[in-house]
């Protein structure tokens, strides 16, 4: 337990507080990118910016070293699409920010409470404890996800990649992506069918072509049209059937796809390639949750994979706390068949570039140095991050349950533990 605690503090300790400069010695590099894996090789850090990656790297005077010893380097880890930052306490409505259900109050004659146009980003809260709680276990950014709720539209909004590094501007430029839920759970916002899903997306995607229309605002007209030129847009669906409808509406009207959840995903597989559409997959998916899901399989990742398919990783149900359990999703994709390499790609490179963050998921040459150094393989659950840098920063590795664990921990002096030492 002594070394579990003592050696990330060894590391910040060895790091200026704001430096963006630092060599991380003799790591086994996983790039997540076409250099793969390099086995004692060094990284050189300057300005925030990786500028060199090779075996005996000199440290710049002045550039304080990490010895890696051997230990796993990554690229910072994708959270999924959760909503870290715009939800604090799942049953607490007062801090969930993340769904629009405007149902009643929408007089007849302002139209439908179809809001296309509402933009989750705003309400990010950079310093929400459960961001510090996956930050810690190597999440370094998240795609922000708006949430279909009764009373509102199966077209959620909009919502963009955060990054996770404690700032308020923390939106990644040309991240922004439109969510829409089809499927059986969407059915009740839809008249109880999916095909009434298809035809309210056609009725808003014409009303957006001609700049009028019922079903939308004149912001969601303006909003929509911006995704039928080329714009990226998240499709929750499972049932390969309706994956085939998502491709064909999406090809048909401009859009870039990406698919979340796919359950079914393998079944189409040819297609969603032919489309190059990326796909989010839960990995421990391994049994049917509706009747979406019949074909939900443990191989899902691996046979999309072999198919040529780009696999990625999002937790579905308790995304938002749990988005640390990234790495069990792509463990257990390794465990069933996806080769490890495709698996660490699926939780930093993929993502990355699947929503526009080309400066980050791999250790590269110029890329943003987002980077997390670990105890051992990132994708067994008994391996810790022992350091996350954004951008050279190392960060503190405390969160909140950090510091409950230490206060209840220590002995008991004058006071209860529930009050702080001053």
Do not use: C
Not at 82 to 94: D, Q, R
Not at 138 to 164: D, E, K, N, Y
Not at 303 to 312: E, F, P, Q, T
Not at 409 to 417: D, K, S
Request: aromatic share 6%; net charge neutral; hydrophobic share 45%.
């Amino acid at each position: 337990m002594k070394r579990l605690m003592m050696v990330p503090l060894l590391l910040a300790a060895a790091l200026p507080a704001f430096a963006q400069d630092l060599l991380i010695r003799d790591a086994t590099v996983h790039t997540a990118a076409a250099a793969g894996t390099l086995k004692n090789h060094d990284v050189l850090v300057q300005g925030g910016v990786v500028r060199a990656i090779g075996p005996g790297l000199a440290a710049p005077a002045g550039v304080p070293v990490v010895e890696a010893r051997g230990r796993p380097l990554t690229p910072g880890l994708f959270g999924g699409l959760t909503g870290l930052g715009i939800e604090e306490v799942s049953g607490e409505a007062a801090t969930v920010d993340a769904g629009l259900a405007l149902g009643a109050m929408v007089p007849a004659h302002e139209g439908s409470s179809w809001r296309p146009e509402f933009d989750v980003d705003v309400a990010f809260n950079p310093h929400s404890a459960a961001i510090g709680v996956n930050r810690i276990e190597g999440i370094t950014f998240t795609v922000l996800s708006p949430s279909a709720l009764p009373g509102g539209s199966f077209v959620a909004g909009q919502g963009s990649a955060m990054l996770l590094d404690g700032r308020y501007d923390a939106a990644l430029a040309g991240s922004r992506s439109l969510f829409i839920d089809l499927g059986g759970d969407a059915s009740q916002l839809s008249g109880g069918s999916r095909a009434g899903q298809w035809m309210l997306l056609e009725q808003a995607v014409a009303e957006a072509r001609a700049g009028n229309g019922d079903l939308l605002t004149r912001a969601g007209r303006a909003t929509l049209a911006r995704y039928l030129a080329g714009g990226r847009v998240v499709f929750q669906v499972d049932r390969a059937a309706d994956i085939r409808q998502v491709l064909a509406f999406a090809r048909k009207n401009g859009m870039r796809p990406v698919i979340a959840g796919g359950a079914e995903a393998w079944r189409v597989a040819a297609e969603i390639k032919a489309a190059d559409a990326v796909v989010l997959v839960d990995a421990l998916a391994n049994l049917p949750g509706s009747f979406d899901s019949l074909a939900s399989d443990l191989d899902t990742a691996a046979r999309l994979h072999a198919a040529g398919v780009k696999v990625g990783f999002s937790k579905r149900g308790d995304a938002t706390h749990n988005a640390r359990k990234q790495r069990q999703l792509a463990g257990n994709a390794v465990a069933h068949g996806l080769p490890w390499e495709a698996a660490l790609a699926g939780l930093t490179a993929v993502p990355a570039e699947a929503f526009g963050v080309n400066d980050r998921g791999r250790i590269a040459v110029g890329q943003a140095a987002d980077l997390v150094l670990w105890s051992g393989d990132p994708l067994e659950v008994s391996t810790y991050a022992e350091q996350v840098w954004f951008k050279g920063v190392a960060t503190r590795m405390r969160s909140r349950q950090t510091e409950l664990r230490d206060r209840y921990l220590a002995p008991e002096g004058p006071l209860p533990r529930a009050y702080p030492a001053r």
